[in-house]
């Protein structure tokens, strides 16, 4: 089996070094020449080109890009592939790739593995990055089954969990767990350096311990990423920020009440549930 | 020089395990002969009872009880001290308790070192826990500099960077770094399981990865701290809460109206301005 991957940033690279030491064909197309020989120099790929046309003998492709460039590629590419051929891709968002990227290709189907690293680009590719992630398939009702089945296959065999879901519940469910925390991260250090004096500010920054770090380091992280998911999963994420606010406005109702009881009962509730999300 | 300490947890355990190690003599009180016989086994305090009149030798003592106990136990103690000794205590709130433990007696100092761990109990106490911990003293008016003093040495001796402020800026600045993170954090968890079909709320759980793990840890961490942070540091805490909840406001409404660059720059701040809450 030939695989192309179309992209070798951390994902597209992870995927290659997996899949070259199964031992599968794997081809790579970069934009940047220096991405392609690096590829080659790591064995993250057996073959790799600048050019689109090198994925003409491949039998399934994963594109790697970043979300924008999803559909772009899938243009790109298609006019060298026989109809056989399946791609798949590994966008964080799905409603708005799925249903396009199927008109443009009757055999696509969206995947999203939930992994990654602080970090970008071919240099920091590793090995086993899906180990253990997450890994949802998101048809829709023209998919075809065999090539769902062929992806989950390749998922499956470098580590993944593989679930099944809609695009739309998808894109709420990475919307709750993934895109709001960043916005409420990213909203924690905004609020707490436009909180006042200077000597406020300054004893905040050197009071600060674990409990901020954890809670403020996807606000603090990637910038592309975070206004991405804002423009691809705007809808949703608006729904989770507006429900989110709502409850906040009942815990502050809670404190201004001095309504204990129930304040505890949402923290014993939260320690409580918490595990569930952490398997 | 002999130092008391009242309430053998874990910070009182771990203070007195560090101080025993300096070759200070260390008086030990807690309500639990248990926990007394334990800190004696584990040379946690060079001697230790139930009753607080142990206490009347001691030239400085620590109270390191929860919160709602530390003005209790100087009206309790202090029938057995001699003028000179000082107090200082560990509480994370100092407004509520420095005015009044002044009141109560003259050579009182507020302290607050930002140290801990997820357990409890004179069990979880350890060596080096304040090592490099940023510790705060907090003088009004009346306070004695030669208490004060003495009390930084000490925590200087086990590790501490010292940090002066008013009770009242010391508040102000624990609620927007520890105890607003615990507040939003849990409303995280909060919102995510109440967000609408079991199946969503199920998909959520299992996409969950280490961004969700990060910004939930601190909202479903100890109940009663996190609501004696509420309850105690209410008024702050209150006016954090509502400066939060009109900045994520902005960032919805930005989101709403597709103010791209906007919400780009204030994502490029909290990642410029992160790593100094870090150092």
Redesign the interface.
């Given at each position: 089996m030939k695989i192309g991957i179309v992209g070798l940033g951390l994902i597209g690279g992870s995927l290659g070094l997996d899949l070259t030491r199964l031992g599968y064909h794997v081809i790579g197309v970069s934009r940047q020449l220096s991405t392609c020989n690096i590829a080659l120099e790591r064995n993250i790929v057996t073959q790799a080109e600048v050019d689109f046309a090198i994925l003409e003998q491949t039998d399934l492709i994963f594109i790697c890009t970043p979300i924008e460039s999803i559909l772009p590629s899938i243009e790109n590419i298609i006019k060298y592939l026989s109809p056989q051929t399946i791609i798949t891709d590994v966008g964080s968002v799905k409603g708005s790739i799925v249903h396009q990227g199927t008109q443009l290709w009757q055999n696509f189907v969206g995947s999203h593995p939930?992994?990654g690293t602080a970090n970008q680009g071919v240099e920091s590719a590793e090995f086993d990055l899906f180990k253990n992630?997450?890994c949802?398939l998101t048809p829709i009702r023209n998919t075809s089954l065999t090539a769902m089945e062929t992806v989950a296959k390749i998922w499956t065999s470098i580590g993944c969990?593989m679930?099944n879901?809609t695009p739309e519940?998808?894109d709420?469910?990475?919307a709750?767990?993934?895109h709001?925390?960043?916005?409420?991260?990213?909203?924690?250090?905004?609020?707490?350096?436009?909180?006042?004096s200077q000597?406020?500010v300054k004893?905040?920054?050197?009071?600060?311990?674990s409990?901020?770090?954890?809670?403020?380091?996807?606000?603090?992280?990637?910038?592309e990423l975070?206004?991405m998911m804002?423009?691809y999963n705007?809808y949703e994420?608006?729904n989770?920020?507006?429900?989110?606010?709502q409850?906040?406005?009942k815990?502050?109702e809670n404190?201004?009440q001095?309504k204990?009881t129930v304040?505890?009962d949402?923290?014993?509730?939260?320690?409580e549930?918490?595990?569930?999300?952490?398997?």
């Open positions: 939930m992994a992630a997450p949802v969990k679930y879901s519940i998808h709420r469910a990475v709750w767990i993934s709001l925390p960043v916005m409420i991260s990213a909203n924690l250090i905004y609020s707490c350096i436009n909180n006042g000597e406020l004893l905040s920054q050197n009071l600060a311990s409990g901020f770090r954890d809670t403020s380091r996807v606000g603090g992280g990637n910038v975070g206004l804002a423009q705007r994420l608006l989770c920020l507006k429900e989110y606010q409850n906040l406005s815990i502050i404190i201004e001095e204990w304040l505890e949402i923290l014993t509730k939260t320690k549930e918490r595990p569930n999300f952490l398997k």
